[in-house]
Structures are given as structure tokens and as C-alpha cells.
């Protein structure tokens, strides 16, 4: 072999070595303290899909696919004019059953009054019978006995006839009062009696208060379903977030329920990462971690475990290298501490999960 050769094959070698020890060296470089668990992935999000409530036809659109929103900001606004005027209709007939509603307190009130009035009123008239009655039945007993006691007067001729007349005319007189009497107490407790079936009448009143009270409260909630209705013709963002789809434009016609935006919610991210099957033992809900991300490579973002998938899976199709597609892993969600929005749904990022409480916080290298 040439010498020239020998040179040419030592400095293949050499370069091997050096190739070799370049990654050793990088992966001691690497590695991390028995502890800590590294993994990449990206940042997802909860999508929300964003439709009316109401049907309706779209006046304005106020955003773009893409654009950030804030919440409460408004992003689209349909017709009102129909519902308006259901509005409209639903408080007329408040105000109608408000005025049926007072008109039958002033009713319930006036026959309750007057019941207890006309009872009392029934009452004395009764008493006041009684008493006559009483009072004839006496003059009754006196006029008889003067009758008879002139009557036999007169037999004995000790007296005129017109004395006994006289008698006679007295004791007829307070028989007929008695009679009157009589029949004046039999009224009275007639009418004592219908009296006391007034309060039906009471109940009755009553019954149709509670009607048209019912009817108000029917009134009430139909207004304020309008309202609500009236209310949900603005669409508003319902968080802070970014809209990754607009399905609508001005003048279409949309029904309730029907997608207008799909957004994603900036508190509400996630990393995504898969967990080798020999690991997944360290991994716990709960448990602490760190995410890396390249765009903010001087800080970290804190994070817990939220999600740990059940079953082994092979490695997901997007992972670059055929080997590691082979591998059985688990899907671990960790959600991210991002309030003040730096981290957006797409970004790729690392994440450092410490399964030793006692091992200390490393940034990856």
C-alpha cells in the first residue's frame, strides 16, 4: 500500500474518532441530572367554535382570520329589526297584564272589605231581631194577661166592655208585632247566611289575581328572552385569544348554532409531548414543569401536568426520523402558565418535567 493511501485512509479514521467523540461529547453535554425528564413538542390550544344563539342576517364583521381579540370585543353583529318587534309585542303585553294585575288587587281588596262589611252589617241586623223578638214576646205575656184579667173583669160586670175592648185590641196589637218580629228575625238570618257565603266571592277574586299575575310573570320572561335575543345579535369574543378561522361575511343569512370563528383560547395552551413507554412511570397529574420556547430563550414558563393518555400509541407520524416513529409512547398534555399571552398555538417547545422533588431546576442545554 502507497503511502500516500495510508495517509488518505488515517485521516478517514481520524475523522470517524473525532465524528464519534463529537457526539459523545454532545450528549454529555446534553444529558441531564437523574431528575429531570426532557421532552419537545408544540403548543396547542382548546379551539372554540364561535355561533349565534339567534338566527339572523349578518350586518357587520369587525375581524379577520388571524387577528388577536380581547374578550367581550365585539366581532359580529346581525339584524335586530324582528327581533326588536318581538321585543316590542312582549312588553305591551306587560304593561296590559300590569294593569289587569292592579285592577284585580283594587277588586280583591274592595269585596274583601265589603264582605266583612255586609257580615257585621248581617249581624246586627240579627242582633237587633232577636232583640224585638224578645221584646214582643214580653209585650205578648203583659197584653195577655190584661186581657184576661179585664176579661174576667168584665164577666163579673165590674167593668165596661169598652175596657176589655181595649184589651183585646192591645193583645192583638203586640201578637201581630210578635209575628212581624218573627219574620223580621227570619230574614236576618237568611241574610247572616248569605253573608257568609261572600267569602267565596273573595276566593274568587283572588283566584283571578293569581291568573293575571301568572299571565305578568309570562309577560316578564317573554321580555326578557327578547332582551336576551336583542342582546345576542352582537356576538362577542367570549376570551382573550386568536381567531383561526372566519366562516361568515356581511349579508349571509345565518341560523343559531352556525360557525362564525374559530378561535383558540391564549389562556388556555398547551404543550404536547410524547413520553418514551419506559418513562411514563415518572410521569403523575399534577406535576411540575418547565416550558422552553426559542422565540423567549431567556425565561422559562411554568407548567403542570393536565393530561395523561391511557394507552401506548407509536410515535405520531410528524416526528422526524423513522426510528423514533417505532416507539411506543404516551401522549402528555402539559398546561401552560401564559397570562401575559407570550405563547402562541404552532410554536415548538421543550419542556423539562421534574419527577425528584429534590433535584434541582436545569435549563436545557
Known sequence: MSTRKKVFLAGIAALILAALGLGVLSQWWRALPDGLLLASGRIEGDEVVIAPKVAGRVLTVAKYRGDP???????????????QAQLDRAREQERYWQERVQQARIDLDYTARQVTTEIAAAEARLAAAQ????????????????????????????????????????????????????????????????????????????????????????????VREAEANLDDTIILAPADGVL???????GEIVNAGTPLFTMVNLQQLYLKVFINEPDIGKIRLGQEARIYVDAFPDRFFPA?????????????????????????VFAVELRADNPEGYLKPGMPAEALLRWKDTVPWQRPR
Open 69 to 83: 381579540v380581547a374578550a367581550g370585543e365585539v366581532l359580529v353583529r346581525l339584524s335586530s329589526e324582528q327581533i
Open 131 to 222: 232583640a224585638r223578638v224578645q221584646e214582643t214576646e214580653a209585650d205578648v205575656v203583659r197584653s195577655r194577661q190584661d186581657y184576661q184579667r179585664y176579661e174576667a173583669l168584665r164577666a163579673r160586670r165590674v167593668i165596661p166592655q169598652q175596657k176589655l175592648d181595649e184589651a183585646t185590641a192591645i193583645f192583638k196589637a203586640a201578637s201581630a208585632r210578635q209575628e212581624a218580629a218573627g219574620q223580621e228575625l227570619a230574614q236576618a238570618a237568611a241574610l247572616l247566611q248569605q253573608a257568609r257565603l261572600l267569602p267565596r266571592t273573595v276566593a274568587l277574586k283572588r283566584q283571578e289575581m293569581q291568573g293575571a299575575q301568572a299571565n305578568l310573570a309570562a309577560a316578564q320572561a317573554a
Open 244 to 250: 383561526l378561522t372566519r366562516q361568515v361575511e356581511p
Open 304 to 328: 403542570t401536568v393536565s393530561r395523561v393518555s391511557p394507552r401506548a400509541e407509536f410515535t405520531p407520524k410528524y416526528v422526524e426520523t423513522r426510528e423514533e416513529r417505532v416507539n411506543l
